[in-house]
Structures are given as C-alpha cells and as structure tokens.
C-alpha cells in the first residue's frame, strides 16, 4: 500500500500512509487510538475507497472498490467489534455468505460437519450447532477467527484479536498463526499488547495522525522506542498509583450467588481502594460485577454499603446507593451508536438536567463537555456520532458518562481494553486521581500488569467461587497459582 489518502468532513484520517507485507510474515501494525490503523485496514479490505494511492497484490495494482473485490484477492479481515450474528449457531456463522447448497435448499448436514472438523482441529470444545449467544466473548471471537482462516485467504488482518482470550486459547491462537506461516500466508497483526510482538511479529509499522511513521524489525527495537515512535515523545509514569486506601469500609458482599456462574462471593471493599479482580476468561468476574449492580437476580447472599444491608434490585438502585458499572462490552452493552457524543456522556444522569417536560440543554452540553473533556475525547465536535470515534476514545466516553453520576464504588470492567498506551496511562491516571477523592474501585483486567501495578489488593476467581485476596506482595505467579487451582 502506497501513498494511501483518505480525508473525512474535517479530519484527514490517512496521508501518504504506507505499509508491505510479506508472504509467511506477521506484521504488527502499532499506533495510538486515531492514527489511523483501521483506516487503513477497511481501505485494503474494500470499506472504504481512497482518496489517493496504490496497492499491490503480489506486484500487481489491483483495485478494491468492495468487501467482495477484497475477498475475491484473498483478503480476509477479522474485526476488533466481532460480526457475529447471536441467534446463529457456530456453523451458519462460519459459513455466512458462503453457504453450501444441495440441489434446492441449503446443505446444513455438510455445514455443520466441516464446522465441527475446524473445531476440533482447533482443539475447541464447542458444538457446530450451538448459538453463539450461549458462547463466551473469547469463544465468539475463536469463531470469527474460524470463518477468517478456513477458506484460503493469503492475507489476513487480525485486529485485537486476543483481547478477549484467556492465556490458554492466546496459545492456540498462537500456534495457528504460525501453522499459517509456514503456509505462506502473509498477517497483518494489530494490537495494543506490544508485549505479544516479541512472540509473534516478524516486524512491526508505527503509525502517528494518519501517517507513516516507520518501520523496524522487531528483534531489533524495544518497547520503549516503539512508544516513542507511537507518541512522539517518551512515556513516562506509565502506570500511575500513589493513593492510598482509607480502612472505612463501603461495600461489603457476603455469599452472593446468581442460581448460575457466581457462587458465594464473598469479598469487601474500603474507601479510595482500587480492588483488582483476577481470573481466566469464563472464571465469573463480569457475571460477579453484573449480579451486584443488579443486572442479573441475585438468589443468595447478602450486600452492604457504608454498613447498611442494601436490596439492590435493578440498575436504578444500584445508582441510588452510588454505584457505577462500566462493562466489558463496549459495542453491545456501553454505547448508544447511532447517537452523539452529549447524548452517550449524559444518559445516565437525566435527572440532572430534566425537569417534568423541561430540557435543559445548557446543562446537558456542560456536563458532556466536563467529562469529554475530563477523558481527553478526541473529536471535531460533541454532535459526532460516537460509533465514528475510535474504539479508545469510545471507551473513554463511557468511563466519563458513570463519573458523571458522581458514584461511591465504580467498577471497571476491562476498562483499556482495545486502547493505545498513551490512553491507557491517561486512564490509569485518572483512577488513582479518583482513587484519592475517596472513590471505591473495583478494577477488572486480563492484563496481569495492570492489575499489579495498580491494584491495592487482588481478588482471584475461578470457577464462579474467589478462589483467594491477596493482599501485599502479589506477582503473576500466585494470581495464576490462585486462577488454575482445582475448585471443589
């Protein structure tokens, strides 16, 4: 791809971007939220057509002017927001677009028997007939990868694609990829673990505001000079976390149970503490989080704050006794997409600028300009459509919206999930600035870092049950230890 340009209504998404892949590589594609990675991956894949460039497929120009004209070259994108349909099975899923037909209707038996061959070569325990409803995030995604890889493209971009995946099913991603290597197969890798480049990339592109910034092998550089190259100066105080906890005591749970994945979680939380919950994907943490914020029926188990036994019935008692929830998924279960940045920022504070039939507008625009702000938004205007922001600036809309209902206990679900380092550290920052005004973090992370480094103590789940809290000294050895162990 070469000199590629793509300008939209007051932002100039790509400038003379560049990028080459090579037969059997892995490319990392690295850059910050809005530099313009998957710009640049939907003009490859036939989203979006160029204003200005070239790309050539094994040294010929070719020109991609749909999603079908890429397929057709062998180009096959697996998306950072999964395309799944929920009340599909996993194999009308895989074979969407590309069903097998018999002589009048289509040929299920088949579908679903080669769907179930490329699981089990996988090493997946799911059945081709299960609804992808009933699977986890990690197992839809394992899906989407399946559709991506079993129908012969040559080049494969994989955006995010391990950041719903447990240790386990990174490793089988893994060994997949490398399968596909020795296959020739070129792979365009984005991700914001710099950490899993050492593994698994060949070399990685930096990209800055739509431009290309270069280029390294990956056995050559550092994770320090990729930052540099992805910020245009060093990341210093990566991770924030000088606050220190009061011994008040604000939420305590005793034995709480859903009838289902959480069973007889027990755990407290002080004022200003940034409590860390750990565990394997599947382990019960968001179903835990879902259940105290009123999300799902509690069956068991009893719940106070500030030593009061609360009855917290639904989400609007749960904002009563000063909870906030920021969930895991950001697509289905965070934003409003087809509304505006006021209207996804102020949502849950209604009542602050509604009165009977009155609207206060003013109000509303202060209050979504205070947290855009706050969270450092990027974005030409506050009547943008939030599914037109990166997924980073996203996620940091939402985290503005529950700061906006000024909360006791804020739990964050996989809060940097899908954002840039620059981001991350911004977020980190602003959860111990939060830790120190006397909020109550409940800290959810599959990234093991995190959850050390600003964790005051660390909760362990497996199997539904905290298999352990560890209070001082905690590594990723003894998490690990406590998220692994048989549970009775």
């Not at 914001?192 to 070399?203: K, P, Q, T």
């Not at 205007?381 to 985290?399: D, E, H, T």
């Not at 990234?447 to 990723?476: K, W, Y």
């Amino acid at each position: 791809m070469q000199g590629i340009t793509m300008t939209f209504p007051g932002v100039k998404a790509l400038e003379d971007a560049l990028f080459e892949l090579r037969p059997g590589e892995v490319h990392a594609l690295l850059g910050e939220n809005g530099a313009g990675k998957s710009t640049l991956i939907k003009v490859l894949g036939g989203i979006y057509h160029p204003d200005g460039g070239d790309i050539f497929i094994n040294g010929e120009k070719v020109h991609i002017d749909s999603v079908h004209g890429a397929q057709a070259l062998g180009i096959s994108i697996i998306h950072q927001e999964l395309m799944v349909v929920p009340d599909m099975t996993i194999a009308e899923n895989v074979f969407m677009g590309k069903e097998l037909r018999g002589k009048v209707l289509l040929n299920a038996k088949e579908m679903k028997n080669r769907t179930q061959r490329m699981l089990d070569d996988a090493d997946l325990d799911l059945q081709a007939a299960a609804k992808l409803r009933s699977l986890s995030i990690a197992n839809q995604q394992m899906v989407e990868i399946i559709r991506a890889i079993s129908f012969g493209a040559r080049i494969i971009v994989m955006d995010e694609p391990t950041s719903s995946l447990s240790e386990k099913e990174v490793a089988v991603l893994f060994d997949r990829i490398k399968k596909l290597k020795a296959q020739g197969i070129g792979i365009i890798y984005i991700s914001h673990r710099i950490s899993e480049f050492d593994e698994i990339a060949d070399r990685i592109t930096v990209m800055r505001d739509g431009k290309y910034i270069g280029t390294v092998e990956t056995r050559s550089t550092t994770r320090e000079k990729l930052i540099s190259m992805m910020v245009g100066r060093e990341l210093k105080n990566f991770y924030t976390k000088d606050a220190a906890a009061a011994d008040e005591v604000i939420l305590n749970v005793e034995n709480l149970s859903d009838g289902g994945m959480v069973r007889d979680v027990s755990f407290s939380l002080r004022r200003g503490e940034i409590l860390g919950f750990a565990g394997l994907v599947g382990a019960g943490r968001s179903e835990t989080m879902k259940c105290l914020f009123g999300l799902t029926r509690k069956t068991g188990g009893t719940i106070k704050i500030g030593g009061r036994e609360t009855n917290i019935k639904n989400v609007r008692t749960a904002l009563k006794y000063g909870l906030s929830l920021v969930p895991e998924n950001r697509k289905l279960e965070g934003i409003y997409p087809i509304q505006n940045l006021r209207f996804n920022s102020s949502i849950v504070v209604l009542d602050q600028f509604i009165r009977g039939v009155y609207v206060d507008r003013k109000k509303e625009q202060t209050i979504a300009e205070t947290y855009c702000t706050r969270m450092k938004v990027k974005t030409p205007s506050l009547n943008q459509a939030i599914a037109k922001l990166s997924g980073g600036n996203q996620q940091k809309v939402i985290i503005g919206r529950w700061l906006a209902s000024h909360p006791k206990v804020l739990i964050l679900d996989e809060p940097t999930r899908g954002i840039d380092v620059s981001a991350k550290a911004e977020i980190y920052s602003i959860i111990n600035e939060l830790a120190k005004e006397g909020v109550s973090i409940i800290l959810i992370s599959s990234e093991l870092p995190e959850i050390i480094n600003m964790s005051d103590r660390v909760a362990v789940m497996n199997h539904g049950c905290i298999a352990g809290i560890i209070d001082s000294d905690f590594t990723q050895e003894k998490i690990m230890h406590l998220a692994t162990m048989d549970i009775d």
